[in-house]
């Protein structure tokens, strides 16, 4: 089995992060796992080979590929076979594939589908490899999701958040001021959206929310959530649930959004191919870490606050990792593996290839070296962190192994179901409790 000599230099272990105000405003403290003495030494030129899957666009793809390139380069003993998909299909692929027990060697995973793989035994605790993955320079609450009865089962390719990407250029040809997301409220969205579309024929205001992020801010704007008891029992009541979708049906009847159907077939299209990237939405919910994506067809965008923060009693906004890595528990390579996760999350040069596309690092060694490197997306992509994180928002909660991805999928229909009008907010917010709770 091949063994690394970790000639490469590492990132400088130091607390002083470039990008502080992310790391100031963390205010946490960074762990380790226990660890062997030494790190793997190679014991022959056995070739292996392992497969790596992951979701995403084509400019994931290519950074992808880059990233692969850079670890056989230093490892030429260890070849990388990628494997990836739109994430649509991704977790029905993945199921297949786990069902077949042909899972790849190294798994891209998100809430709240990885608990699952946790309590089916299909990922290995990877406390077993600290020595060669170590986690010193990630933080505690970075961890926390995937720190389960003592052991780690996923390591964070990247902090995540949702936020409004505006198009400032369509609301200079709108006349109408890019507005102020430290005060604006729901309402303000709605209307703004109405402004927008009115002033420019053949643009939309908005898109509608078709799945479930949007609905998890108002949650936790009114002190509520999806999940309480670390996922045992649902956190919030079907009244709240309901205003929402009240809420987008009132802003998909108010001419101001992107048509239903319209929005639902734009939700499967990739970031660089969607409304907004090509200049037809002035304003959209995206996942802020993908902004140099929507930016990649030719639009300059601006990062806002969710509306709201300023309306009700807490924070809705949230950071948490949005994908992580973890390694098959039917492997035959695992410290391989183990070891291409380190190349990935701990190095500063597949940091300074993948930068934001996965999310914010949570190595804050790696973050601080690329820091010099980064581009006007990627210095928003940071700020708007900060920002989020200056309003203490509670953490993003632990969902249920196996209620978590019923509820995922629910929401998403019902939501549609809303918006076509075949059930009323009422009914589709008793439907979700009803359809969740059964699976709990």
């Not at 692929?93 to 946790?118: E, F, N, W």
């Not at 996923?154 to 409004?164: D, E, H, L, Q, S």
């Not at 949650?219 to 008891?229: I, K, N, P, S, T």
Request: glycine letters at 10%; hydrophobic letters at 45%; proline letters at 6%.
């Amino acid at each position: 089995m091949v063994r690394s000599t970790s000639t490469r230099r590492r990132p400088r272990r130091g607390a002083a992060v470039a990008v502080a105000a992310i790391v100031a405003m963390s205010s946490v403290s960074l762990v380790s796992c226990a660890a062997p003495d030494s790190e793997l030494t190679p014991t022959g030129d056995e070739t292996v080979t392992l497969r790596f899957n992951w979701w995403g666009s084509e400019s994931r793809q290519v950074l992808t590929d880059q990233v692969i390139a850079a670890f056989e380069d230093e490892h030429p003993n260890i070849k990388v076979e990628g494997e990836y998909s739109d994430f649509g299909s991704y977790f029905d692929k993945l199921s297949v594939m786990a069902a077949a027990g042909d899972l790849p060697d190294v798994i891209t995973l998100t809430d709240p589908y990885m608990y699952g793989y946790v309590e089916n035994g299909q990922i290995i605790d990877l406390t077993e490899y600290a020595g060669i993955l170590p986690t010193t320079e990630f933080s505690e609450a970075t961890l926390a999701n995937m720190a389960l009865d003592g052991g780690q089962y996923a390591i964070p390719a990247g902090g995540g958040a949702f936020g409004i990407a505006v198009n400032p250029a369509l609301f200079e040809q709108a006349g109408i001021p890019v507005p102020d997301d430290s005060t604006w409220t729901w309402d303000d969205y709605r209307d703004l959206s109405v402004e927008l579309a009115a002033a420019l024929p053949g643009v939309s205001g908005t898109g509608l929310f078709l799945t479930e992020q949007m609905m998890n801010v108002w949650l936790r704007q009114q002190g509520q959530d999806y999940w309480a008891e670390e996922g045992a029992e649902l956190g919030f009541d079907a009244a709240t649930a309901a205003a929402f979708w009240a809420y987008e049906l009132d802003l998909a009847n108010s001419g101001g959004a992107l048509g239903v159907e319209a929005s639902v077939e734009a939700g499967s299209l990739a970031p660089e191919q969607s409304p907004l990237a090509l200049g037809q939405q002035a304003m959209s919910l995206i996942a802020v870490g993908q902004l140099g994506s929507y930016e990649s067809a030719g639009q300059t965008l601006q990062l806002l606050m969710v509306p709201g923060e300023s309306e009700f009693e807490a924070p809705g906004g949230w950071t948490n990792p949005g994908q992580w890595y973890a390694v098959a528990a039917t492997s035959e390579h695992p410290e391989e593996a183990a070891l291409f996760i380190d190349f990935i999350v701990n190095t500063a040069e597949a940091g300074s290839i993948n930068k934001f596309d996965r999310g914010v690092p949570g190595n804050l060694s790696v973050l601080e070296a690329i820091t010099p490197t980064l581009s006007g997306p990627e210095n928003q992509i940071a700020t708007y962190f900060a920002r989020v994180q200056a309003l203490e928002p509670a953490p993003f909660p632990r969902q249920n192994a196996g209620a978590g991805p019923v509820f995922v999928e629910a929401q998403k229909r019902l939501t549609q179901e809303v918006l076509f009008e075949r059930l009323t907010p009422e009914q589709a917010a008793q439907q979700l409790i009803a359809e969740v709770e059964a699976a709990l």
